[in-house]
């Protein structure tokens, strides 16, 4: 039998590699996206249906055609400094496109539901590690935004019985080892991304965003995990509600930080190149120190994040980065 999964956001950086892993698994990733920040030559591995969340209808049609087991919701917008600037987009788009989806879901009797979250929903607890106990205190719209798609899955178990797994995820990095698909934002604001480019000469040097932060080197630390051992939590996370354990949610980091000087330095000796770089101001709404306590989905979804260390995670945005692939 035909087992398909809405895959939102399917064309994006994070949805394409879980459309590869659910193609793995033995799934049919069905890719619904707006293309609006995503990339069509990206939906690889399943049907495409373009689309927006904010259209009932158009979702109805999805639904009703393909008959899901499940849905797993990457489609967001994901910039923190913009969310500040434009608070209405995200809320409208992020959390009512949400909502839009999770009534359609319910309305057609899919009851399985993976989330995308984010560990800016935990706002600036500076050198403090973040379990899924910890307090979600936002700092910003966009981790207010996935705060409140949390609530509504939460209110929308409640009453209809909608089963959600929620991931909140840490720095995600790195891309396919066979680079079929990886990492391309436009706008780049992620630092791994925009280093390789400095070191490729495709950007002018890259700024370090503080040197005087309260940390040994003076810079931020943060916890890097790779988008492939990311995307298996998400299949581990669709079979746990295929077995029926019901809801849940866990954060995804390795329980490691790495500073920014530390990941220049990997870069360095996995590329052979020299990392351009000046050190410049901080970052507003940039925090000292994220890093997860992530045992939850170690010891319950039998996750094994293997993939997840900077020689790992660099050397293969950097295969990405140098193949054809990325120059849109
Ligand atoms: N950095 C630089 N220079 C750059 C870019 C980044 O020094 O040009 C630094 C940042 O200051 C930060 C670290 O590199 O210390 C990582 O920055 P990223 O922009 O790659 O990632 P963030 O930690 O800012 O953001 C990530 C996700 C967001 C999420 C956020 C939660 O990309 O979606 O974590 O804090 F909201």
Redesign the pocket.
């Known amino acids: 039998m035909t087992r398909n999964v809405i895959v939102t956001g399917g064309a994006g950086y994070i949805g394409s590699h879980a459309c590869k892993a659910l193609r793995e698994a033995g799934y049919v990733p069905v890719t619904f996206d707006n293309l609006s920040t995503g990339w069509e030559d990206a939906v690889k591995f399943g049907p495409f249906e373009r689309g927006d969340l904010l259209d009932r209808a158009r979702l109805d049609e999805v639904f009703a055609a393909y008959r899901p087991v499940a849905v797993m919701h990457f489609a967001a917008f ?3 400094g913009e969310s500040m600037k434009d608070p209405g987009r995200y809320w409208r788009n992020n959390v009512i496109g949400s909502l839009t989806l999770i009534e359609a879901a319910v309305a057609a009797g899919c009851m399985n539901f993976v989330f995308s979250s ?3 929903t935990f706002g600036d607890q500076d050198n403090v590690v973040l379990d899924e106990e910890s307090v979600q205190m936002p700092i ?1 719209s ?2 207010a935004s996935k705060r409140a798609i949390e609530d509504i899955l939460e209110n929308f178990e409640q009453a209809y019985g909608l089963n959600s797994v929620i991931f909140r ?5 790195g891309g396919d080892p066979e680079a079929e698909v990886g990492e391309f934002h436009q706008p780049e ?4 991304p ?2 390789l480019d400095a070191i490729a000469g495709k950007r002018d040097a ?5 040197t005087d932060y309260d940390t040994p080197d003076g ?4 916890d890097y995990v790779h988008v492939c051992d990311l995307v298996d939590a998400h299949v581990l996370g669709l079979k746990w509600l295929e077995d029926g354990k019901g809801s849940r949610m866990f954060n995804l980091g390795t329980g490691k930080g790495f500073s ?1 000087r530390e ?1 220049i330095d990997h870069s360095r000796s996995v590329t052979n190149r020299d990392v351009p770089y000046v050190e ?1 101001d ?2 507003a ?3 000292t120190k ?1 890093v997860s306590g992530s045992e939850r989905a170690v010891t319950e979804l039998g996750w094994r994040p293997e993939r997840s260390n900077l020689v790992q995670m660099i050397g293969d945005a950097w295969r990405w980065h140098q193949s054809g692939h990325y120059d849109k």
């Open positions: 994901s910039q923190v984010t560990c800016a910003n966009y981790g995820y840490f720095n995600v990095a604001t992620h630092l791994i925009l280093m890259l700024t370090i965003f503080g810079t931020c630390i943060r920014v990941v410049g901080r970052r709404g940039d925090c994220l």
